[in-house]
T-cell receptor
Framework: GENVEQHPSTLSVQEGDSAVIKCTYS??????FPWYKQELGKRPQLIID?????GEKKDQRIAVTLNKTAKHFSLHITETQPEDSAVYFC????????????FGTGTRLQVFP | DAGVIQSPRHEVTEMGQEVTLRCKPI?????LFWYRQTMMRGLELLIY????????DSGMPEDRFSAKMPNASFSTLKIQPSEPRDSAVYFC???????????FGPGTRLTVT
């Protein structure tokens, strides 16, 4: 069945260090991979996404890489700041129903000052 | 645009009562999604609509849950009768055809006692 696995479930880093969160997906036909950030008590918000025809995308301190052959994609946050502390979710489109997103289980990132 | 609007923001009800959650998607968006978020199960897609038509309701947990979208600017998720295990945050999200990007509402925190 369709599945998105996300690791690690928790991640603690010192301010200024980098953080990397990894996801693997099961369906080779998935073609869109967004990342959402959810602060405590708030809604998930889209922070970056990548499509299957692109290997890497950057937006200031965040970047996403995609390896279609291995069916995995990663979120990289450089120069982390305390305000980066949140739960991050990856997702992938379902090939069975392309309008649908399959979400990972989330990574709780804590950035210590 | 005000973004996706949900009401109420908080709902506390007793077991057995009917609960109705409401959502107004972003104007011009063709897709509307209902999600449920709990610590145990993460972010689960319950049902989604395209142009007011339900497309996939495979995530609806049981017959106690129903959803409608009578027009392009309004949707409801109803639970009747409610049970304590329905306690969760319910999010509504919308997206535009061809975009994949889903924008989440602020959520409704439901507590069933």
């Amino acid at each position: 069945g369709e599945n998105v696995e996300q690791h690690p479930s928790t991640l603690s880093v010192q301010e200024g260090d980098s953080a990397v969160i990894k996801c693997t997906y099961s369906d080779s036909a998935s073609n869109y991979f967004p990342w959402y950030k959810q602060e405590l008590g708030k809604r998930p918000q889209l922070i970056i996404d990548i499509r299957s025809n692109v290997g890497e995308k950057k937006d200031q301190r965040i970047a996403v890489t995609l390896n279609k052959t291995a069916k995995h994609f990663s979120l990289h946050i450089t120069e982390t700041q305390p305000e980066d502390s949140a739960v991050y979710f990856c997702a992938a489109t379902s090939s069975y129903n392309t309008d649908k997103l399959i979400f990972g289980t989330g990574t709780r990132l804590q950035v210590f000052p | 645009d005000a973004g996706v609007i949900q009401s109420p923001r908080h709902e506390v009800t007793e077991m057995g009562q009917e609960v109705t959650l409401r959502c107004k998607p972003i104007s011009g968006h063709d897709y509307l999604f209902w999600y449920r978020q709990t610590m145990m199960r993460g972010l689960e897609l319950l049902i989604y609509f395209n142009n007011n038509v339900p497309i996939d309701d495979s995530g609806m947990p049981e017959d106690r849950f129903s959803a409608k979208m009578p027009n392009a600017s309004f949707s409801t998720l109803k639970i009747q009768p409610s049970e304590p295990r329905d306690s969760a945050v319910y999010f509504c999200a919308s997206s535009q055809a061809g975009s994949y990007e889903q924008y989440f509402g602020p959520g409704t925190r439901l507590t069933v006692t």
